[in-house]
Each structure stands twice: as C-alpha cells, then as structure tokens.
C-alpha cells in the first residue's frame, strides 16, 4: 500500500518552519531552500504544496488569521458585550511571543498586499470580518446599558480595529519578542473611555 | 567655475523618484537602476547619494517623518489641547493621495526593521516622539477642562498612535488612493470619547 501523506498537515509543517526562518532570517532571507531544510524536506520537494514563496506567505497568513479566530470562538464563548469585545481584542494583541511571531508573518504580507490586489482583498476581507465582530459586541454592550456615547458603532469599529493593526507594528518592531508594550493597559483605558459618562 | 551642485536638493529628487517607482512597482520592483532612470540619473550615478536600496529607504522614511512633523508644527501653531491633537491626528492620517503614497513608503520601511534593529530603533524613536507629542496636548486638555477620565493620558497616548499606526496599513492597502475609509470620522468618534464624561 502507498504511504499515506496528509497534504494538509505538511503544509502546516512548512508554516511553521516558515516562521521560523522569517523570525531568524527575516522574509528576504527566507528563501524556499532554507524553508525546505528547516522543515526537513529534500531542496525542490516544498514545490508540490507551495510553487512560490508568495503562495506560502499567502497561506501563512490566512493561517494566522484562521488560529486566531479560533482562538477567539474559544475566548468568547458564552460571552457578549463588553467581556466579550474584551476576550476579542485580548486575543488579536500581540501579547506573547507565540502572537509577536505572527505579527512579524503579518507585516510582510501587508508589504506585498501594497503592489498585490489579491493579497491586499484577502486582507480587507479578513478585516471586514473583525470590524463586523467588534460591532456585534458594541449593539450587545449598548443593549446592556455598557455604552451610551453619542458616536456611531461601526466607526468605533474601525478605530479599534486600526488600533489593533497598529499594535502588530509597534511588537514586530520591539526591540525583544518580551517588550511589555503596555498594549492591555492601552485596551483596559479604550474600555473605560467607551463605557465613560454612561 | 565648477558647477554648484546641491546634494540635499539631489537626495530629495532621488527620494521623490523613489515614492513614484515604489507606488508603480513596489519596493521589490523599485531597482537602483529604476530610480535612477526615474530621477533622471545614469545608472550608477545615485551610489555616492544612496550606496544601497535599504539607505535610500531609511532616508526616505525620516523624510516622511520630518515633512510630517513640519506639516504638524504648521497646523498646530497657536492651538492647545483638544484643538492641537485633532491637528495633530489630521496631519498623521493619511487623508490624501500624498499621505497615502507616504504610508506606502512606510510600510516597506516598518517589514525591513523587524530584522533591522537599527531601523526599528529609528521607528521607534520617531514613536516616542509622537507619543510625547499627544501627552503633552492631553495634559493641556485636561488643564482646559475638555478631559476627565480616569485614564492614564500615557497609555491613551499609546493607544491613539497605534491607532494612527493602523491607519497607515489600511490606507496602503486600500483598493484605492482616494478610498474613503473613514478615518476622519474615526478620530472625531475618539475625540468624543474622550470628552465624553466631562
């Protein structure tokens, strides 16, 4: 019987070695030849699962957004309102190695989105996404008396979701992976502005 | 006589012809070569200006922050508190196509110091600078009375130059330069947050 091969899990294992090099090498340095020797396949053998580095930083990325959401069903579950945008956030901030790693996948990717208009959809859509969960949780928190500011949710939205964006800059470019960049504390004082004079 | 030639006005030619190849073809597709022909030089002639790519990137992204901050020192003449920081907030965003090229040269800037410390160095003493800026307009405004939340204007500081971080993402990767993506409106609903209460 032919060996049985899990296309997906071996392309998981090439994310991880991805990152990896991207995290020791930086993405110019991650060349497909020292991604394949860092996950253990023979030069050339990556071709079949990834033809391109742009098609493996394209999968690299939306995995990272995919673990994320996971991550977030998981946080948020049996939540709402402002608990609930709370676990979000808390999840998309870059607070542990694991997630600053992802952030250094993230920074290149937005790079080439700039002159890429598929990479750059991907990215608008994933946002759209965000933005729609981050508004869900403002009308859950209005309905629970949390917020009664006079501005519109889904504008509010869109300045967190810029704040989170921004807050994977500034830890990809910390100076140690471990850099307290006071990003809970900057979540904890957004909270208390939103539910202020309520 | 010889020929007076001005090396700073030549920098910023070169600079210039940089932002237009890399808004055409990307950082990737933004040669040496190309920006000499752009600029109008022959090849080989931009070395002793620039004597690589990543030094004419450095240069271009202190550009941008020096430009900003004298668009900011214009703006913000006469004004305190509240007034100044939406000033300040206005002339960051990038609202217009010249901001938006400007996001686009960052962007590059921000993924080559993840593995460049002397360029996140460079970024992140840019940052402490903006983000002193903002204090210093909170303190003003809560001296005025436009502000009394019980918040750390340090950390909200922080927060709203990640937010002004985020927003350079979204504009570079916009579908297009004269996207409207709201954050005009964005940063008038956090200014009303943070007044909010008082």
Redesign the interface.
């Known amino acids: 019987m032919p060996k049985i091969v899990d296309h997906d899990e071996r392309r998981l294992e090439l994310v991880d070695a991805t990152w990896r090099i991207i995290a020791r090498?930086?993405?110019?340095?991650a060349t497909m030849r020292e991604i394949a020797l860092e996950a253990g396949f023979a030069n050339g053998a990556l071709k079949p699962y990834f033809p391109t580095k742009d098609t493996l930083l394209t999968f690299a990325f939306r995995h990272v957004f995919n673990r994320t959401n996971e991550r977030i069903r998981e946080v948020t579950a049996g939540k709402a309102g402002i608990t609930a945008l709370r676990a979000f956030c808390v999840e998309v901030l870059p607070l542990d190695s694991e997630r600053v790693n992802e952030a250094?996948i993230v920074?290149?990717f937005?790079?080439?989105?700039?002159?890429?208009?598929e990479k750059?959809?991907i990215?608008?859509e994933s946002?759209d996404q965000w933005r729609g969960a981050i508004q869900g949780y403002l009308t859950e928190a209005r309905r629970q008396g949390d917020v009664n500011?006079?501005?519109?949710d889904s504008?509010?939205s869109?300045?967190l979701?810029?704040?989170?964006?921004?807050?994977q800059?500034?830890a990809?470019?910390?100076?140690g992976i471990e850099t307290d960049?006071?990003?809970g504390?900057?979540?904890?004082?957004?909270l208390?502005?939103?539910q202020?004079?309520s």
Chains 1, 2 share one sequence.
């Open positions: 090498l930086g993405i110019e340095g250094r920074v290149p937005w790079q080439k989105a700039i002159n890429d208009p750059a959809a990215h608008r946002m500011a006079a501005v519109d504008v509010v869109g300045h979701l810029n704040m989170l964006l921004g807050a800059i500034a990809a470019l910390a100076p960049l006071g990003l504390d900057q979540l904890e004082a957004f208390t502005l939103l202020a004079g």
